[in-house]
């Protein structure tokens, strides 16, 4: 896999409770889902180098594994806070998490001195929260929107290098108009990918 492919790749093999999958695409690693377990099955570089995760919901089966994330990346060596975002109420939603853990990342960091320093452990909010149309992530070439229904769920739009995938978990409904022109659709009606990564873009190709 090259750093230029656009790809969707299952957070785990295993069966999990929410949806979950990592999106690579201009060298960076986004992570769409916070169910438990998501951890699982990532190696350390993929927790460490993890560039920002996107929340589908605030229900518990969609945000159960984001403290799993927080903990797990800061102690894989990541070096800075973990950039999240999400539906209205994600960043009450983190400051309340990061404060659950200030004892424990306290402990954390004089017996076990992580990498990063002690900030890298915590969740950071990213731009958008409470606005129901935002672009949240951008590097320029890879561009992360996000759209709020009017419930605690979200879907985002990923585009790079002029292709488009749609994520959005389950309780969406999508109106045909937001579909029109996306390479890959995944939602909950479609076949996640659950072993193999799924390419929108790769070599030129697109699936």
């Known amino acids: 896999m090259h750093s230029t492919d656009f790809a969707v790749l299952p957070c785990s093999k295993r069966s999990l409770p929410g949806a979950c999958v990592h999106v690579l695409a201009g060298g960076k690693r986004v992570v769409f889902g916070a169910p438990a377990g998501m951890t699982l099955d990532m190696t350390q570089a993929s927790l460490r180098n993890t560039d920002a995760v996107m929340l589908l919901s605030l229900r518990g089966e969609d945000i159960e594994g984001l403290d799993e994330m927080r903990n797990a990346a800061w102690r894989a060596g990541r070096e800075s806070s973990l950039p999240v975002a999400g539906p209205s109420g994600t960043g009450d939603f983190l400051g309340l998490l990061?404060?659950?853990?200030?004892?424990?990342?306290?402990?954390?960091?004089?017996?076990?001195?992580?990498?990063?320093?002690?900030?890298?452990?915590?969740?950071?909010?990213?731009?958008?929260?409470?606005?129901?149309?935002?672009?949240?992530?951008?590097?320029?070439?890879?561009?992360?929107?996000?759209?709020?229904?009017?419930?605690?769920?979200?879907?985002?739009?990923?585009?790079y290098v002029d292709h488009t995938a749609l994520i959005a978990g389950c309780?969406?409904?999508?109106?045909?108009?937001?579909?029109?022109?996306?390479?890959?659709?995944?939602?909950?009606?479609?076949?996640?990918?659950?072993?193999?990564?799924?390419?929108?873009?790769?070599?030129?190709?697109?699936?």
């Open 98 to 159: 990061n404060r659950a853990y200030e004892v424990s990342d306290a402990l954390i960091y004089v017996e076990d001195r992580p990498a990063g320093g002690f900030d890298a452990a915590l969740l950071a909010l990213l731009p958008g929260d409470g606005e129901q149309v935002a672009t949240v992530f951008d590097t320029g070439d890879l561009r992360i929107s996000k759209f709020e229904t009017g419930t605690d769920r979200a879907f985002y739009v990923v585009d």
């Open 171 to 207: 309780g969406i409904e999508l109106p045909d108009s937001v579909t029109d022109g996306i390479d890959l659709v995944l939602d909950c009606e479609s076949n996640w990918p659950t072993a193999d990564p799924v390419f929108v873009f790769r070599d030129g190709v697109v699936n």
